[in-house]
C-alpha cells in the first residue's frame, strides 16, 4: 500500500487511485500559510524518488476547507531504497563533520596568527600597510594604545629617556617580523 488518494467530486469524496508504492518512508504534519491570512495543518509523505535518487515531500492533503485532494500513506519503503537514503545520509553526515573540522583549523590557524601578529611591549614589528609610515618600517613596540602603537624607531634616546625617532601606526597595519610557526611549538 503506498498513497491512497481520494478526490472531491460533487460534494462527495471518490476513489482517486494509488501512487507511490514501496517508496513512502514517512509521513508528517506541519503548520503551512495557505492564503495569505489562512493558516492550515497539512500532512506530508517522504517518498523516495527512484530516478533522481533524493527524498521529496509528497502534499497529501490538510485541514484547509479548499483542498480537493486527500491521500493516506502507509509506509512501505523497500529496502533496497532504504539503504541508499542510509548511505546518502552517512556520507552527508561525514561530509559536514569533515567540513566542521577544516573550518576549525582554519580558525584555530588565524587565531593563532592574529595572537602572533598582536602588538606587544618589545616586539619587532614591521609597517605592512597605511599612508603616513612607509610599508616595510621596523621598529620596536615601546607603547600601546586605542589601537595605535607606538614604533621605536632606533634606539636614541633624548635627556628625558623618550625614543627621538619614532612612528606612530594603527595596529592592524603592523606584522611579527619573527616568522609565523602554526602549529605552536609544544
Request: aromatic fraction near 8%.
Amino acid at each position: 500500500m503506498a498513497i491512497t488518494w481520494r478526490k472531491l467530486e460533487n460534494g462527495e469524496w471518490v476513489d482517486n487511485g494509488t501512487t507511490h508504492e514501496g517508496l513512502v518512508m514517512d509521513t508528517y504534519t506541519r503548520c503551512d500559510r495557505v492564503m495569505s491570512d489562512i493558516y492550515s495543518d497539512e500532512r506530508y509523505a517522504s517518498v523516495w524518488n527512484p530516478e533522481k535518487n533524493r527524498v521529496e515531500a509528497v502534499h497529501l492533503g490538510g485541514a484547509f476547507e479548499l483542498n480537493t485532494k486527500s491521500g493516506d500513506a502507509v509506509v512501505d519503503i523497500l529496502p533496497k531504497y532504504l539503504e541508499i537514503h542510509i548511505g546518502q545520509v552517512e556520507a552527508d553526515q561525514k561530509a559536514r563533520e569533515e567540513a566542521y573540522r577544516k573550518r576549525m583549523a582554519e580558525e584555530a590557524h588565524k587565531r593563532a596568527l592574529d595572537a602572533h601578529n598582536a602588538p606587544e611591549k618589545g616586539k619587532v614589528m614591521r609597517v605592512v600597510r597605511g599612508r603616513k609610515v612607509p610599508q616595510g618600517t621596523t621598529g620596536k613596540v615601546f607603547w600601546i594604545g586605542d589601537g595605535r602603537v607606538g614604533l621605536a624607531l632606533s634606539d636614541e634616546k633624548d635627556e628625558r629617556g623618550w625614543h627621538k625617532d619614532v612612528a606612530w601606526v594603527n595596529a592592524a597595519y603592523l606584522e611579527n617580523t619573527e616568522p609565523f610557526q602554526y602549529p605552536l611549538p609544544a
